[in-house]
């Protein structure tokens, strides 16, 4: 067998940690916020298709995930660096990141929750499972690598319910 460097396996394995992925949760009836993730991946647990992400306490976007089942999402191409990085560096509390971005959001009926109308691909999702990742958990130099200041994430598992693919 060749020895091979792990970044070079080109899957979903890289997608989101290379390309960045717009996660959207949410619903008709309690409203919906997105936030950009960089950590998170995809694989089989339960017999089911799943994708995991991180979303840090302090977000925004963790009161919409904690309330619904429905998540998004939404991976769009190099062109929209600049918005990924505006979806990630802002908050919905302050600041409509939609119009400051030009990129837009539909409510997908059949599903009840959003998705970023301009993406490559999209993954809707519906929340499985949480595990509030805490201090007592990780080792030391995890914790001062990524948690000096104590923002810890929450560990979300979501079933891929469906794959959309952008044909334009």
Same mark, same amino acid.
Request: charge should be positive; proline fraction near 1%; hydrophobic fraction near 30%.
């Given at each position: 067998m060749l020895k091979k460097d792990i970044n070079s396996y080109n899957g979903f394995f890289n997608e989101i940690n290379n390309n960045w992925a717009i996660l959207t949760c949410g619903d008709k009836f309690i409203g919906s916020n997105s936030m950009t993730v960089s950590w998170g991946g995809i694989g089989y647990l339960w017999d089911k298709p799943v994708c995991f992400v991180f979303v840090r306490e302090s977000r925004h976007t963790k009161k919409f995930i904690d309330k619904s089942d429905s998540v998004t999402l939404s991976f769009l191409s190099? &062109?929209?660096? &600049? #918005?990924? #990085?505006?979806? @990630? +560096? *802002? +908050?919905? !509390?302050?600041?409509? *990141?939609?119009?400051?971005?030009?990129?837009? *959001?539909? $409510? =997908?009926?059949?599903?009840? @929750?959003?998705?970023?109308?301009?993406? =490559?691909?999209?993954?809707?999702?519906? *929340?499985? $499972?949480?595990?509030?990742?805490? &201090?007592? &958990?990780?080792? =030391? %130099?995890? !914790? =001062?690598?990524? %948690?000096?200041?104590e923002d810890y994430h929450t560990l979300y598992v979501c079933e891929i319910k469906q794959y959309l693919v952008n044909e334009e």
């Open positions: 190099d &062109k929209y660096k &600049k #918005a990924l #990085a505006v979806f @990630g +560096s *802002k +908050s919905g !509390k302050d600041v409509d *990141k939609f119009k400051e971005t030009g990129l837009h *959001k539909t $409510f =997908d009926l059949d599903y009840n @929750g959003y998705y970023v109308c301009e993406s =490559d691909y999209v993954l809707k999702c519906k *929340k499985l $499972f949480s595990l509030d990742i805490t &201090k007592d &958990k990780l080792p =030391d %130099y995890i !914790k =001062d690598d990524f %948690y000096k200041n």
